[in-house]
């Protein structure tokens, strides 16, 4: 468990910011250490590390006399819960998956065309694209297209930010490699769920990357689990169009 998720999960900073919000207004340390019976320096450590996370306040208040007038003495620090939804609860995120890909499964024989469209989509929006080259005055562009080497090295570089621990195979040594193999799916039991969609979206999202890099290849195919371990994503040339999954 890391230690912000243990921190989150602290049964007594719980208790604090239970306490804390369950108030009236803002409370003092010893106030809020007296409501839940320990000891103020316990308390102390604990609001501390809620105002660090963004879920408690801290405010300073001046002293008050009788019909709320400012009175003597030092101001005095008090705490009080953030206004919103607590961030630090349970997600469901896989849960939320699941039902777009349902939804999408309902599509029927379109449904994996769907999905490579999305994941087009997507893949243009994670890449920052290629300047377009200047047009000469007889109407060609001026400049070069990346080389394909490249293109697919930016392509390994997205993939490994997104989860899949990528690695180039049979390229020559200035040529762009002819495989990419994906040694983890960041997606593995919705790819075992729904793979024809998971797997499609995932080939729409490298060849919207590739396109958005303006890259002379493409991704032409995606071969779930070619192996126990790995995925594997052949490349060729842009003009030969991208094959299904197989």
Known sequence: ????????????????????RSAAGPLGVAETAERIGVHP????????????EGRVERRTEE???AGRRPGPGRPRTVYAPRPGMDRAG????????????GELASRGPGARDAAVSTGRAWGRTLVQPQPQPL????GASSG?????????????????ELGFDPVSEGGGRDGPPRRIRLRHCPFLELAEEQGELVCSLHLGLMQGALAALGAPLTA??????????????????AQAGARAVE
Not at 135 to 138: D, L
Not at 147 to 154: F, G, H, I, Q, V
């Open 1 to 20: 468990m890391s230690d912000v998720a243990a921190a989150h999960g602290s049964p007594r900073r719980r208790d604090v910011l239970d306490v804390l």
């Open 41 to 52: 320096n316990t308390v102390r450590f604990h609001l501390d590390a809620l105002v660090a």
């Open 63 to 65: 002293p008050r006399r």
């Open 90 to 101: 349970v997600r469901g995120y896989h849960l939320l998956a699941r039902m777009l890909l």
């Open 135 to 138: 047009a000469s005055s007889s």
């Open 144 to 160: 070069p297209s990346p080389a394909a080497a490249d293109s697919a090295d930016r392509l390994v570089a997205l993939l490994g």
């Open 220 to 237: 032409s195919g995606l071969e779930p689990f070619a192996t126990a371990d790995s995925c594997l994503a052949h490349l060729a040339a």
